[in-house]
Each structure stands twice: as structure tokens, then as C-alpha cells.
């Protein structure tokens, strides 16, 4: 049947597409992840109470530390979907396996 070599490449443009997504996930993870315990406004060091006021919005301390701490959950997911996409590759290329 004319299907099966199609059906049989799917697994591998799948796990291409995770490690593409997977990759860009990482990379936002390492630009929004809490490497310190400081929370800026602008390169300003900001406490609980403050609010960062720029040209096209305002956000409180509380809302700027969250949305830095969400960078941890961008590294989970990007290092999940990296690790399964090389599992299904390497799966996929195995010796013997057409």
C-alpha cells in the first residue's frame, strides 16, 4: 500500500517539530527564568508594593515576579519536549530498522 512509507514518516516530523518547539521553549525559558531573587522595572531593582510604570503599560511587583517565575515552566516543558523528540529519533534510526 502506497500509505505506509507517508504513515511511517510521520513519528519523525512530529519529533522534528518538538525539538523545534521544544528549543524555542528552552530559549525563552533561559530569558525569563528567576536567576536571581531581584525583580526589575527597567533595570531597577523593584520591592513588594512597587509598581512598574512604562510607555504602553503598568504592572506591580507581584505580577512582574510572577512572569519571571513562569520562565522556570518554559525550561520544563522545552526539556521535556526536547528529550522525548531525541528518544523518538533515535528510536526511529536504530540499525536493522529500514
Same mark, same amino acid.
Given at each position: 500500500? @502506497?500509505?505506509?512509507?507517508?504513515? *511511517?514518516?510521520?513519528? @519523525? =516530523?512530529?519529533?522534528? #517539530?518538538?525539538?523545534? !518547539?521544544?528549543?524555542? /521553549? /528552552?530559549?525563552? $525559558? /533561559?530569558?525569563?527564568?528567576?536567576?536571581?531573587?531581584? !525583580?526589575?522595572?527597567?533595570?531597577?531593582?523593584?520591592?513588594? $508594593?512597587?509598581?512598574? #510604570?512604562?510607555?504602553?503599560?503598568? @504592572?506591580?511587583?507581584?505580577?512582574?515576579?510572577?512572569?519571571?517565575?513562569? $520562565? !522556570?515552566?518554559?525550561?520544563? *516543558?522545552?526539556? #521535556?519536549? =526536547?528529550? $522525548?523528540?531525541?528518544?523518538?529519533? %533515535? %528510536?526511529?534510526?536504530?540499525?536493522?530498522?529500514?
Amino acid at each position: 500500500m @502506497s500509505s505506509t512509507p507517508e504513515r *511511517a514518516a510521520w513519528p @519523525s =516530523v512530529v519529533a522534528l #517539530i518538538g525539538l523545534a !518547539v521544544g528549543g524555542l /521553549l /528552552l530559549c525563552g $525559558g /533561559l530569558f525569563r527564568a528567576p536567576w536571581s531573587d531581584e !525583580v526589575d522595572c527597567g533595570g531597577r531593582s523593584m520591592k513588594p $508594593g512597587d509598581r512598574c #510604570i512604562s510607555s504602553n503599560n503598568s @504592572s506591580t511587583y507581584e505580577e512582574r515576579r510572577e512572569v519571571r517565575d513562569n $520562565g !522556570v515552566w518554559f525550561l520544563v *516543558a522545552g526539556g #521535556i519536549a =526536547v528529550a $522525548g523528540s531525541l528518544v523518538t529519533l %533515535a %528510536a526511529r534510526r536504530r540499525p536493522g530498522q529500514g
